[in-house]
């Protein structure tokens, strides 16, 4: 899953973050293999407080993935969680008068809120 997440952040994900324009080099992805499917939600910070976000979600039992446009999914509970967490640690360190990437960056989210699911 872990190389499935490289390849849709390099081939897809990388191109929009090019196209979208504005970005400072930082984001998080959630890789999250769940009972009927994997999902790989994507995102990036632009203009210094919007998230952008693209999405892979794909059935085990499916050849394809699915089409997003026409699936508006945005993340399960658990996953908003780990976006909730993401948003507040950039309002903590990059949403001062003196950003810190490397606060941002040195977060450890995931592992601390790994212990709340059941």
């Known amino acids: 899953m872990v190389t499935l997440a490289q390849s849709f952040v390099r081939q897809e994900v990388l191109p929009r973050v090019v196209d979208e324009g504005d970005d400072n080099g930082m984001g998080f992805v959630i890789i999250h293999p769940g009972e009927l499917g994997v999902s790989i939600s994507v995102h990036w910070w632009i ?34 969680a780990l976006i909730n967490a993401e948003q507040e640690a950039w309002r903590k360190t990059m949403m001062k008068s003196e950003p810190s990437p490397s606060g941002y960056m040195a977060l450890e989210l995931a592992s601390k809120l790994h212990r709340d699911r059941p």
């Not at 952008?52 to 509970?77: G, N, T």
């Open 47 to 80: 203009q210094r407080s919007v998230l952008c976000q693209h999405i892979y979600r794909k059935l085990y039992s499916a050849a394809e993935p699915m089409d997003m446009v026409k699936r508006p999914v945005v993340a399960c509970v658990w996953e908003l």
